[in-house]
Every structure is written in structure tokens, then in C-alpha cells.
């Protein structure tokens, strides 16, 4: 780890999607590494010194290294951004690039990581490994708990440097343990990447049908493009049918099921949102 005189971070993306990831704590300070406009002015004073590349564009990424740089930050796949992911190619190659000039690499896995991919971690898919890794969200499976990781060879903390009033949580860490022990299973690995590609071939079917746009994203991390911007109406129409959906943009709308999510139940959200796209197609027509 270079010196940290340099306070220069790169940050992908945003040039086509606006959300680059979701704000992290690490040690006090606030990062400035989301992209999203309503989280611009919360918890301030936030750490200089983000320079954000645009996505999946490694030119773009080269182009502002310069000598205070001393990290590439991301998330593999973009979440709030309406799940947009980075190719496990483009991950590779961001990591031979941050390697060459001697820069950490950053991957925020709070969404994507304890097997939403069907790995434990997504980083798995590439055969290569971040420097350091946020995580969050599913760790707790329900309750609050995060990390921060750190290879050996970078870490500047020895064990108890980084305290605080919630840290080392005895009740919190032991439900941590209890969620990973089960879901780095290989059969619960295998289990989410067969639903999640069930689901994702459930959503191209609806999507067939109703005339919408792509679905992307991996295992049960998915998104499905609308075309349109209904994605809030879609979801409280949802919410009042018994499902619960999310749209973090205004044209999308993001599945992230449990992780042990049943085929029957995902068939029942199907049909629901099936007919709540009817329902939109044909209010659409008469309007």
C-alpha cells in the first residue's frame, strides 16, 4: 500500500447511469462515492478527493490516474443505478490496470456479495480478488451488521484498532456467522444460481409479452427494463396486491428476492406483476 499522502479515488461509474454506489463509512469520514442526488447532501462533511470515471470504460478510468491516485472503487454490479453489471472481462481488466500502477482496488459488495450472485462472494465469477471489500445488508441476514475487508498485504489496522460504540457487536457478529455458514454451502450456492436463472427467464417471458426492454443482472440480482417511467406506480400497485418490488430508477424495476426463495413464490410474483403490466398497458392505451 503506497503511502496516503495521495487522496485521489476513482470511482465507477457514472456517465449512462447516474449512480455510482451507495455511501460508505470507512473509518469516520463520509465517502462522496454515490452518484445518486438525493444523498448529495447528507452526512457532510465527506472525504475530497472522488473523481468519478464513467462505466464500463477503462479508458476512462486510465485517463484519470495521475500521481495522487490510490484507488479504483466499485460496485461489480451497479444497484442503484437499476442494476447495470460490469462484465467479468471489464473486472479483469480494471484489476491488471490497478495492478500495473500500483492502485488499490475497491469493490463494494453490500448488495452483490453473500451468494446474491450465487458465489459468496461476486468477485468469484472473475478469477480475480479486490485489495479491500465492503460488505453489508445480507451479512446480518436481518440484523445490523457490516465489514470492511482487507488483504494482508494492505491493511494498516491491527486486530482492535478500528473501535466504536456498535463495532464487534458479540449478538450481531454470531448471526453473521450463522449466515455465512449456511450460505457458503455449495449446495445453497447451487440452489441460488438454479432460481435465479429460473427468474430470470420467468422475467424475459414476461417481458416477451408485455413489449418491455431487457432483463439484466446475475443470480437473484436482477433488474427488468420498463421502457417506460411507471416503475413507482408498478410497485405501490404491488405493495397493495401483497408484493413487495423496488425501482431504483424511474424505468426499472429490481428483483432481490431471499436467497431461499421458492420457485412456487416466484411464480405467484409473476403472475401478479403480470397482470399490473396489463393493467398499466391498458390504462395506457385508453389515456
Not at 450460505?183 to 409479452?209: D, H, I, M
Request: charged share 20%; proline share 6%.
Amino acid at each position: 500500500m503506497r503511502p496516503l499522502p495521495r487522496t485521489s479515488f476513482h470511482h465507477q461509474p457514472e456517465a449512462q447511469h447516474p449512480k455510482s454506489s451507495a455511501i460508505h463509512k470507512l473509518g469516520r469520514p463520509i465517502t462522496p462515492s454515490s452518484g445518486k442526488k438525493a444523498f448529495e447532501p447528507l452526512f457532510e462533511p465527506k472525504v475530497s478527493g472522488f473523481r468519478k470515471a464513467r462505466w464500463h470504460d477503462l479508458a476512462s478510468v486510465e485517463k484519470l490516474i495521475n500521481a495522487n491516485t490510490v484507488a479504483v472503487m466499485l460496485e461489480p454490479i451497479q444497484g442503484e443505478a437499476g442494476v447495470w453489471p460490469a462484465s467479468d472481462e471489464f473486472l479483469r481488466e480494471l484489476r491488471a490496470l490497478t495492478s500495473a500502477h500500483g492502485l488499490l482496488l475497491i469493490f463494494d459488495e453490500i448488495q452483490t456479495g453473500i451468494a446474491r450472485t450465487g458465489k459468496l462472494f461476486h468477485y468469484e465469477h472473475t478469477g480475480i480478488a479486490p485489495d479491500i471489500m465492503t460488505l453489508g445488508k445480507g451479512l446480518g441476514g436481518g440484523v445490523p451488521l457490516a465489514a470492511l475487508l482487507a488483504t494482508e498485504a494492505v491493511s494498516c489496522f491491527e486486530h482492535g484498532d478500528q473501535g466504536g460504540t456498535f463495532n464487534g457487536n458479540a449478538l450481531m457478529c454470531a448471526a453473521g456467522l450463522a449466515v455465512l455458514e449456511q450460505v457458503a454451502a455449495p449446495a445453497f450456492l447451487k440452489c441460488v444460481t438454479e432460481t435465479g436463472l429460473y427468474l430470470e427467464s420467468e422475467l424475459q417471458r414476461l417481458s416477451a409479452r408485455h413489449g418491455l426492454g431487457e432483463v439484466r443482472g446475475r443470480g437473484l440480482l436482477l433488474a427488468l427494463d420498463l421502457r417506460m417511467p411507471i416503475a413507482p406506480s408498478i410497485v405501490a400497485d404491488a405493495l397493495d396486491a401483497g408484493v413487495l418490488l423496488n425501482a431504483p430508477r424511474p424505468d426499472s424495476l429490481r428483483f432481490m428476492p431471499a436467497l431461499n426463495v421458492r420457485r412456487q413464490e416466484i411464480d405467484l410474483m409473476i403472475d401478479s406483476l403480470d397482470g399490473l403490466l396489463t393493467k398499466a398497458g391498458a390504462a395506457r392505451r385508453v389515456a
